[in-house]
């Protein structure tokens, strides 16, 4: 069967109307095809159909209760129609039913992380680990996960361990300079801060990396720390004022969120 789906994907390659319909006729005559019913998710997903996934993944989750692609796909599903609590139980069903797969763990530590549940997001990081699947950006996000605990003593340590193993990401050497300075090594902190803007030496990518994590909202601690490092270049730009209020809203700071609009609307160019 894989081989005529593969058919039938270079075929509607430029159609993915048909290609849909492809696989729905698929699943009328074989209901629990698990690879066709993920492929269609996967094409409503690009199409934004989330609610259409779900209401898909929970009927084939009624004849289909260990299949691990199915609770993955509902746990995409309700993570996009903002359902975060149904996505973190969805992903760790997945996790259950294909405990070997790395990419299942993954989002079960990201969605935990946004939770503000850190303990379940560190087993997830460490089942990573015992698969020998830690990618880079793991190991950063767990680095992360410690300064939004303010466990700055262990945080410092794992930032460090990245930048012994490949000194090119900035964030990374942020992630360092903020761990010390908050330890009271500003030695450390100088060092580190003055690596990561000699890497990166422009707001747009500090502003860009805090809106992707605000977005996301999670890791916000780390993004108000990234965002300020980016006014602290361009002190004058009004729109990261701007978004700063927005993270500093949602960590519930609604006082120092005030503040930062008004700094905004101080900077913003009067229209004439």
Known sequence: MADKHDDAEYKFRWDPIGLADYYK???KGEPDDELAFGRLCSIYSECGYHKAIKEM??????????SHRAWFSLGVACSNLREEENSLKAFEKSAECHPSNPH????????????KDYSKAREAYDKLDELGQTTAQDANERARLLFEEK????????????TERDGKEASVWFGLSFCARHLNRSADAQVAKKKALELRPDYEYWSYEASGLMAESRNLLFAEAMMRQAIEL????WHLHNTLASILKQQGRDVDAKASEAMAISLRPKQS
Do not use: S
């Not at 466990?151 to 990245?162: Q, V």
């Open 104 to 115: 299942v763990w993954r989002a079960v530590a990201q969605r935990a992380a946004r939770a």
């Open 25 to 27: 006729d698929i699943l």
């Open 57 to 66: 993944a929970t009927e084939f989750l009624e004849r289909n209760p260990l």
């Open 234 to 237: 361009a002190p004058n730009a």
């Open 151 to 162: 466990r700055y003593a262990e945080g410092f340590d794992a930032f460090k361990e990245i």
